[in-house]
């Protein structure tokens, strides 16, 4: 069964879903309404250790219903899926929202 996640980030770069998935996915551009993104630091050695930069976006909900984030809507199994909750730092926590499309994906938002 075919998934959606949201990228916003790193995920919608060929070389990272090469070395996560194994493959380049299905993708198409999208927004989210209604959230906005913040910069975080991140302090997880593991996520340190893999050359990420300490300092990442993350997605919260806003206040502002005028607010979106564009991005890419990823075409991912649920394998997949879970490789990605893997490859997110702490402090991200996967959560489903309806995108601009009208398509149900699951998204990184920050820990509520």
């Known amino acids: 069964m075919t998934e959606y996640l949201f990228s916003y980030g790193t995920l919608q770069a060929e070389k990272t879903q090469l070395e996560l998935f194994g493959r380049v996915l299905q993708v198409s551009p999208d927004h989210l309404p209604g959230y906005t993104i913040r910069e975080v630091e991140i302090t997880d050695e593991t996520f340190l250790a893999r050359g990420e930069n ?14 979106m984030i564009k991005g890419t809507a990823l075409s991912v199994s649920m394998e997949e899926l879970l490789i990605a909750d893997r ?3 702490p402090g991200y926590t996967r959560v489903k929202v309806i995108l601009g499309s009208g398509k149900e994906a699951w998204i990184y938002a920050a820990d509520q």
Do not use: A, G, H, L
Request: charged share 30%; net charge negative; glycine share 0%.
């Open 54 to 67: 300490p300092v990442q976006r993350i997605v919260s909900p806003s206040v502002d219903k005028n607010d």
């Open 87 to 89: 490859y997110e730092p």
